[in-house]
């Protein structure tokens, strides 16, 4: 009897399945054809032209050239090794900046300023002095990348917000009207490889396209200018993220309408393997002859930066006593230039070629007549002439002459009094010009008090006999002789 419940048991498991087995059995399948796969074999990724630059034969130009590190930018130092391996063939050296408050006073001894893809935005003093730089010859370099941003979050819903390069970019850029797009640049029909990798082969004559026949950059932001120049334009088939349209007015690059500025929509392509590819070679070897060609202008603005070579030649008018305070003054002088990487050399005659500081004084107009006539000044009795403040009072100022040649650039510092010299020479310390009025050419210093109103005071005091008005006090009585004497 179990047995049969046993065996009903059993059955009414395998039945349903065996059932199903059947109502689905279409009998045992035959052999299935291989299917068709391609030949990755025979696949090859389009070859890609490679350059490599010639850094042997290139032009000693020198300079220095700042790197911007003070806007929270987006990259390492080896994603530029290609630009700055340009920079240093050519002579130049790249120092680092990551104070904006120093910005002005290192701008003085540059040639050049890079900033890659900044996220910060410049503060309208760094960009003025920035302005300034360029105003005076300095060259600007501008690197952005859509492939780079950092998460911000909000502070109350906590959620993620990307903050890319376009926004601080552009917050420097606007001075010489050039625009960033908050995009990217694509082409599905003609790349490098990837859509985003873009090539362009329609290029602006200028220095900077000089020899390109064509350059990719990856992941670009486009770049705009309504007075500017577009460096880099693509083929109608570079189209924009933002309206997947070709827009003629925007590139990737864009030149400054003065040519001091130029704007990159990338900065990948600095960085190898991309650096070799096509002509991106080319273009680098350019940018650096680009940024370390540029003439800088030599005036009283990049003050004390103002000699060309290393060696400056001081000399001392024959009229001043060299006293153990001028001697202290000079000595402290020199040790600043030191520090400024000048090396001070004394002269017993005045120089006639060559980097000079002149120092004399008022008096000894004959000497410097030809420095006064040149900087439109004249040193009367009681005041100094000036074209560009006008008349000032001679006494308590000095006066710096600056004048540039071919021959060298020379440093004219006159002063009324020894003491009013020892405290002109100490402009050449920290401070600087900031007690001056300055032009280009001539600079007037406050040095001493001038008139001393106290000195000249000729009150008298009153008698001690003699009372003043409302005074309870009296003059004492003459005393009356007495019999003894």
């Given at each position: 009897m179990k047995r049969q419940y046993l065996t009903i048991a059993i059955l009414a498991l395998l039945l349903p399945a065996l059932l199903r087995g059947l109502w689905y059995y279409r009998g045992f399948p035959s052999a299935r054809p291989e299917v068709a796969t391609p030949d990755y074999a025979s696949f090859s990724r389009p070859a890609v032209a490679i350059n490599t630059p010639d850094l042997e034969n290139v032009e000693q130009l020198g300079?220095?050239?700042?790197?911007?590190?003070?806007?929270?930018?987006?990259?390492?130092?080896?994603?530029?090794?290609?630009?700055?391996?340009?920079?240093?063939?050519?002579?130049?050296?790249?120092?680092?900046?990551?104070?904006?408050?120093?910005?002005?006073?290192?701008?003085?001894?540059?040639?050049?300023?890079?900033?890659?893809?900044?996220?910060?935005?410049?503060?309208?003093?760094?960009?003025?002095?920035?302005?300034n730089f360029t105003e005076r010859g300095g060259k600007i370099l501008v690197f952005t990348d859509a492939t780079r941003y950092f998460l911000g979050f909000d502070y109350i819903s906590g959620n993620p917000i990307p903050y890319g390069d376009v926004n601080a970019a552009n917050s420097l850029l606007k001075l010489w009207d050039i625009s960033v797009n908050n995009d990217y640049l694509y082409n599905t029909e003609k790349n490098e490889g990837n859509f985003r990798n873009v090539l362009f082969d329609d290029f602006a004559k200028n220095e900077l396209t000089f020899g390109l026949s064509e350059v990719a950059l990856y992941g670009a932001r486009s770049v705009e200018s309504a007075s500017g120049l577009i460096l880099l334009q693509g083929a109608e088939t570079n189209l924009s993220s933002t309206d997947d349209a070709h827009d003629p007015n925007a590139g990737g690059a864009v030149l400054s309408e003065d040519e001091t500025v130029a704007a990159f929509g990338d900065f990948t392509f600095l960085s190898p393997p991309y650096s070799t590819y096509i002509d991106n070679a080319v273009l680098i070897q350019n940018m650096a002859d680009f940024i370390l060609s540029g003439e800088r202008a030599a005036n009283l603005d990049v003050f004390p930066y103002l000699f060309k070579g290393k060696t400056v030649k001081v000399y001392v008018s024959s009229e001043l006593e060299k006293s153990s305070s001028l001697i202290s003054a000079m000595g402290t002088m020199q040790s600043t230039m030191r520090f400024l990487n000048y090396k001070l050399e004394f002269v017993d005659d005045l120089p006639t070629s060559g980097d000079a500081i002149i120092i004399g004084s008022f008096e000894a107009t004959d000497e410097f007549d030809a420095y006064l006539k040149k900087a439109d000044v004249e040193i009367d009795s009681d005041v100094l002439s000036t074209v560009a403040f006008g008349d000032v009072s001679r006494s308590g100022n000095g006066l710096l002459l600056f004048n540039a040649t071919n021959k060298g650039n020379t440093l004219v510092m006159l002063a009324d009094t020894p003491d009013d010299i020892i405290s002109l020479l100490g402009v050449m310390g920290y401070s600087g010009l900031s007690s001056c009025l300055t032009s280009d050419q001539v600079a007037v210093c406050s040095v001493g008090s001038g008139d001393y109103y106290y000195d000249d005071y000729s009150g008298e005091e009153t008698p001690a006999e003699t009372t003043t008005e409302g005074s309870t006090e009296q003059a004492p009585e003459e005393a009356t002789p007495t019999p003894s004497g």
């Open positions: 300079g220095t050239v700042l790197l911007d590190t003070a806007h929270y930018n987006q990259f390492t130092l080896s994603e530029i090794d290609a630009l700055a391996s340009a920079i240093r063939a050519r002579g130049g050296n790249i120092k680092m900046i990551v104070d904006p408050l120093l910005l002005e006073n290192e701008l003085k001894s540059s040639s050049a300023y890079i900033t890659v893809s900044p996220t910060l935005p410049f503060f309208e003093y760094e960009a003025q002095a920035l302005k």
